[in-house]
Nanobody
């Protein structure tokens, strides 16, 4: 089992920055690809960013590329999502996920409880 706990969400104005954290416990964190997803009210959960176990190959949704950056610290069992230039359309609950590969993340075995990000215009 892997337990994931997100933090760092909040209410910010458009153009601001936030950094989300996802702390993992349980099985060896460095064995897993990690990802961030988000779900806005009335919408499906969408992929935001993913990173391999080594941290060398981040992937981003087109809507956030150039504004968001995913990183991980395997020594701290933590994955981060730095969000810059936030827009009202980034408002959503953000979820952390873990699985063996990035390709499996949309149906990942492990999910956090989510953290709310609200961006006001």
């Amino acid at each position: 089992q892997v337990q994931l706990v997100e933090s760092g969400g909040g209410l910010v104005q458009a153009g601001s920055s936030l950094r989300l954290s996802c702390a993992a416990s349980g099985r060896t964190f460095s064995n897993y690809a990690m990802g961030w997803f988000r779900q806005a009210p009335g919408k499906e959960r969408d992929f935001v960013a993913g990173i391999t176990w080594s941290g060398r190959n981040p992937y981003y949704a087109a809507s956030v590329k150039g504004r968001f950056a995913i990183s991980r610290d395997n020594a701290k069992n933590t994955v981060y999502l730095q969000m810059n230039g936030l827009k009202p359309e980034d408002t959503a609950v953000y979820y952390c996920a873990a699985d063996k590969t990035i390709e499996q993340l949309p149906v990942a075995d492990y999910w956090g409880q989510g953290t709310q990000v609200t961006v006001s215009s």
